[in-house]
């Protein structure tokens, strides 16, 4: 089968598709046959060497790419039940010590990092959905606010910073939106109460909005410190992006988010998605053997979603 993996670090040329066994599924997982699968800035991270010098994963002659998976099964192993081949399935890739991630024909993970498609979606729809929707949702677990408390979100029209906006409105938060001007209308069908114009003063244009500032803060956008300034004394504040998180400065409760894999929840956000209530936006689609050409658009910036791969 074809896989997209890297040998050495550096920019989008590094990017190789090889020829690689057909991994089986172990006692506890399920193969899947991928059909698309997301393009995220983690994949970057990667692809540059940016996790290995920062510690988060050894170096190893060959790194796979790849969180997000969107295919149908098509082995199960040994003890797994809820799923058989054929059954369309979406799930997350999060570990970093494997030399095959989602960016392939085929993958394995651990069933309990699978959940079923959402009925209603395209694989390469359903392909934004695992990493970028969780992310967003366990952020906001860690913000841990009341219903009708007020959370700032932070690149409110990116495909984080999006599901974060819906999935915290869904929770009967007030959320106070931070995006390009021109994204106003966008955030606020997300379901925005209050929008901020990317690059205001944020702590003074927030606390204009909601006097003594808001209750918590996701910060899809790593803007850090100047988003901090905007969250009231004892409020708690979620980073997304490695090394992006502030000092605690005023007993606010501060803490990078990492990701884990979720099949459980990943089935609940599906099914928020097929009622409508998450909103799938792809921003464009390359073939496996494009995966460079991905790259370099995403390094263009500009995107409101996310590029998928298509196998």
Same mark, same amino acid.
């Given at each position: 089968?074809?896989?997209?993996v890297?040998?050495?670090?550096?920019g989008?040329?590094?990017?190789?598709?090889?020829e690689v066994?057909v991994p089986?599924?172990g006692?506890?997982?399920v193969r899947?046959?991928v059909e698309?699968?997301?393009?995220?800035?983690?994949?970057v991270?990667?692809?540059t060497?940016?996790l290995?010098?920062g510690g988060?994963?050894?170096?190893?002659?060959?790194?796979g790419?790849?969180?997000?998976?969107a295919?149908?099964?098509?082995?199960i192993?040994?003890?797994?039940?809820g799923?058989?081949?054929?059954d369309r399935v979406?799930a997350?890739?999060?570990?970093?010590?494997l030399s095959?991630?989602?960016?392939?024909?085929?993958?394995?993970l651990?069933?309990?990092a699978?959940?079923?498609?959402?009925?209603?979606a395209?694989s390469?729809?359903a392909?934004?959905l695992?990493?970028n929707?969780l992310?967003?949702?366990?952020?906001?677990?860690?913000?841990?606010?009341?219903?009708?408390?007020?959370?700032l979100? %932070?690149? $409110?029209a990116g @495909?984080?910073g999006?599901?974060a906006?819906e999935? #915290?409105?869904?929770? *009967?938060l007030?959320? &106070? +939106?931070?995006?390009?001007a021109?994204?106003?209308?966008?955030?606020?069908?997300?379901g925005?109460?209050?929008?901020?114009?990317?690059?205001?003063e944020?702590g003074?244009?927030?606390?204009g909005?909601?006097?003594?500032?808001?209750?918590?803060?996701?910060d899809?956008a790593?803007?850090? %410190?100047? $988003?901090?300034? @905007?969250v009231?004394?004892?409020?708690?504040f979620? #980073?997304v992006?490695? *090394?992006a998180?502030? &000092? +605690?400065?005023?007993?606010t409760r501060?803490a990078?988010?990492w990701?884990?894999?979720?099949?459980?929840?990943?089935?609940e956000?599906?099914?928020?998605?097929d009622d409508?209530r998450?909103?799938?936006?792809?921003?464009?689609?390359?073939p496996?053997?494009?995966?460079?050409a991905?790259?370099?658009r995403?390094?263009?910036g500009g995107?409101?979603?996310?590029?998928?791969l298509?196998?």
């Amino acid at each position: 089968m074809r896989a997209v993996v890297i040998r050495s670090f550096g920019g989008p040329e590094v990017l190789k598709v090889e020829e690689v066994p057909v991994p089986r599924a172990g006692a506890g997982q399920v193969r899947i046959r991928v059909e698309a699968a997301g393009v995220n800035p983690v994949d970057v991270a990667v692809r540059t060497g940016a996790l290995v010098e920062g510690g988060l994963s050894e170096r190893r002659e060959v790194h796979g790419l790849g969180w997000d998976v969107a295919g149908s099964v098509e082995e199960i192993g040994a003890g797994v039940t809820g799923f058989a081949p054929g059954d369309r399935v979406i799930a997350l890739s999060d570990r970093l010590d494997l030399s095959l991630g989602a960016y392939a024909e085929q993958i394995v993970l651990d069933a309990d990092a699978v959940a079923p498609a959402p009925a209603h979606a395209t694989s390469v729809q359903a392909a934004t959905l695992p990493l970028n929707a969780l992310t967003a949702d366990q952020a906001i677990d860690f913000v841990g606010l009341a219903e009708g408390q007020t959370l700032l979100v %932070t690149g $409110a029209a990116g @495909a984080v910073g999006g599901y974060a906006v819906e999935l #915290a409105v869904a929770r *009967g938060l007030r959320v &106070v +939106a931070v995006a390009g001007a021109g994204d106003e209308d966008l955030v606020r069908g997300f379901g925005a109460e209050f929008f901020v114009s990317r690059g205001a003063e944020l702590g003074s244009a927030v606390r204009g909005l909601v006097p003594g500032g808001v209750h918590g803060a996701i910060d899809a956008a790593a803007i850090g %410190t100047a $988003a901090l300034t @905007a969250v009231r004394n004892g409020g708690s504040f979620a #980073a997304v992006r490695g *090394g992006a998180a502030p &000092v +605690a400065l005023r007993g606010t409760r501060v803490a990078n988010v990492w990701i884990r894999a979720d099949g459980a929840r990943l089935a609940e956000l599906a099914k928020l998605a097929d009622d409508g209530r998450l909103t799938f936006r792809v921003a464009g689609t390359f073939p496996l053997d494009q995966a460079a050409a991905a790259h370099e658009r995403l390094a263009e910036g500009g995107l409101r979603g996310r590029l998928v791969l298509l196998t």
